[in-house]
């Protein structure tokens, strides 16, 4: 796959089949689109093309509200997208000029000019331009006249839930890793480099390594305990991630640590991807070491027992 990073950096091909939007998560319903897409792509001997945006629109367009958290940073998107067969990403950097694009500019300059779209398959509920005024009622009306067909793929359920990157969002943020995972249809994952911390886990017989995560924006679940697997380069261990303040001494900065299993190496400096599998039990304070130490070999033969029936 190639990624432009400005539509400038493309040459508009000869069958661009294309879709757009911010596919944060890449989840079962994004994935749903962008197998149309190939399905179009491979029908017409044409190229698989998604435009996206970088940062956020919500970052842009209202820079007070620094709730909203990201299931991707851009590069775990590239990656998926790249696992999904994708040939081509173009990254458009989101400002403001670019958010009072209208949406006929979008069609003729973007769409048109800049990708050679003779194909765009697009989700239900997707809009595009200046407030959004663009529908997928728009591009039919003008699709014939640029030379470009239009599909809209309906909404997607699971279990008659429809599935959206704010309803994956909302489950991560009450610890339910299981129904992000549903809608994923991959276990939800952070990556962080591997700090010194004070050592606390080592004392207590059950050693962490205390991860850094440089993007701001990513979403980490709930404060807790959970089963996860983690892969440090090719090779993946089980473990159990704790993700909180550590009441039991009074601690008042979050911290996010991981007890790998049969793992004893110094990695500092080193990267981790932690994948959740489910959450054990929520963050509470013990009233003392030796009580948490104690719930510490409940919490690892509960991740055992996990993976053992998986």
């Known amino acids: 796959m190639r990624i432009y990073y400005h539509l400038d950096d493309f040459t508009p091909l000869p069958y661009a089949v294309v879709t757009s939007g911010t596919f944060d998560g890449v989840h079962l ?11 179009a792509a491979q029908r017409h001997r044409g190229e698989t093309v998604v435009l996206t945006y970088w940062p956020h629109p919500r970052l842009v367009l209202y ?10 940073t ?8 790249k696992e999904q067969g994708i040939q081509h990403l173009v990254r458009i950097p989101f400002t403001r000029e670019f958010s009072q694009i209208s949406s006929v500019r979008f069609i003729t300059e973007i769409l048109v000019e800049n990708l050679g779209t003779k194909k765009l398959v697009i989700g239900y509920d997707h809009r ?4 959004r005024e663009g529908s997928f009622v728009e591009l039919q009306a003008n699709g014939p006249q640029y030379g470009f067909d239009v599909e809209e793929i309906p909404a997607q359920d ?3 839930v429809t599935i959206s990157s704010s309803k994956i969002r909302a489950a991560l943020e009450t610890g339910d890793v299981q129904t992000a995972h549903q809608f994923l249809g991959r276990h939800y994952a952070i990556t962080g480099r ?9 004392v207590l017989g059950y050693p962490t390594a205390n991860l850094d995560l440089d993007a701001h924006h990513k979403l980490v679940p709930a404060e807790g305990i959970y089963a996860v697997r983690v892969r440090h380069g090719q090779q993946a261990h089980r473990g159990m991630l704790y993700i909180g303040t550590r009441p039991t001494i009074d601690g008042t900065q979050r911290v ?4 790998i299993f049969d793992f004893n190496r110094e990695i500092y400096g080193e990267n981790l991807t932690v994948e959740f599998i489910r959450l054990l039990r929520r963050d509470v304070r013990f009233s ?3 009580e948490l130490k104690n719930q510490l070999e409940k919490d690892r033969i509960a991740t055992l027992q996990i993976f053992d029936n998986q």
């Open 74 to 81: 851009f590069e775990e998107k590239a990656e998926l997208l």
């Open 158 to 160: 699971i279990d008659h």
């Open 63 to 72: 820079p007070d509200d620094q709730s909203l958290r990201l299931l991707n």
């Open 194 to 202: 591997v700090i010194r911390g004070d050592q606390l886990g080592r």
């Open 256 to 259: 996010i640590e991981v007890n």
């Open 29 to 39: 319903g994004h994935q749903k689109i962008l197998n149309r897409l190939k399905e």
């Open 128 to 131: 595009f331009g200046k407030n």
């Open 288 to 290: 003392s070491l030796d």
